[in-house]
């Protein structure tokens, strides 16, 4: 049994779901040694989100960023809207999908199934700086 | 300190809330065995989801399917739609209600509340089979 | 490595959005000893849920709660409807936001961003105790 943590930054572009499963990996080289365990990804902001989602056509990302703001539009009378019209929208998807993921570590590596990825979801429409924390437990056997 | 794995199949029937507690209970014996942990129970797609919601009453799974094509219809503008009308709409719910879940081990049982059920959402019409992760960590003392 | 356990029972207002950071950390105080861990809070209802979102500006909470009633609204043709016109709509808020939360905690303390609160949110009209099972584990060294 052992522990692993590590924090890590994104640079958002904008109001867009990042794939950032590569980027997990290639900063988390401990998933390597982990036989049997779970990561936890957590996003430490009110206005972004974490989701699983499909890993290949792009459409998918763009069409989820659509719904989403279908959803949650702007145009409500929110009374939070001192940091723009895109705030609180922001606020509720953060919400709605959340920002705390548990993924199954098997055979040294995240055991996701063939057309699953790891979305960043950036709500807000301008590119912000995103920390991430990633803690895993698990049994060291590789 | 104990780690449990297990990889399970489910038959979805069509677009439908599936009730999966006892299913999952069957199948994993040995949460009988701990006393206090977690169990992560992960669904490796991306057009369904798990959820926990009402175990009693047929017409709670029935009104969360309509409320979840009222919240995302098939007829928009929807970029990624090759695989069918039903596809998309299947991705946004994947993101919305998730595909894993965390549920406390104790003495023996899962420990959910009285009213409360493992969901196997299927988001697309047709039946499929769905691959479910379940990975547990516990004291083991029973 | 350790397991620690508390079952809290927390009484809701109203259908609000309640900030329960700071009960959580006054009623786990074994979250100081844990060097790097997890902790899991589960809600064992099917009518609130967990969230995290903003800590600081009420109106986050009461924009949460009206954008919610506008993505499931009472006056849909719902079939489950015995418990009253709020009840539906909070089975199916339940699943949107979901019941459990998992959060990092390191040096003695859970790992939030800076802007980042617990929500107890009650989706019912009428107040409510609600039933809370909090379970962690991790390295203690404090």
């Given amino acids: 049994m052992q522990w692993f943590y590590e924090e890590l930054t994104y640079k958002t572009r904008s109001q867009t779901a990042h794939l950032i499963t590569d980027f997990l990996t290639e900063n988390l ?4 040694t982990i036989d ?3 990561l936890n990804v957590f996003l430490q902001h009110t206005s972004a989100s974490l ?8 459409d998918v990302r763009d069409d989820l960023v659509m719904s989403l703001d279908r959803i949650v539009p702007e145009n409500m009378a929110y009374k939070h809207k001192d940091e723009g019209a895109d705030d609180m929208p922001a606020h509720v998807k ?6 705390s993921l548990n993924i199954p570590i098997r055979n040294g590596a ?8 790891i979305y960043l979801c950036e709500h807000r ?3 912000h700086v995103r920390k991430i924390v990633c803690t895993a437990n698990g049994v060291v056997g590789l």
């Fill in 29 to 32: 080289p401990w998933i390597k």
């Fill in 125 to 127: 429409s301008m590119p």
């Fill in 36 to 38: 049997l365990g779970l």
């Fill in 110 to 117: 995240l055991n996701l199934g063939r057309w699953q990825g």
């Fill in 94 to 99: 953060s919400s709605l999908l959340g920002v």
């Fill in 51 to 58: 989701s699983i989602n499909e890993n290949c056509d792009p």
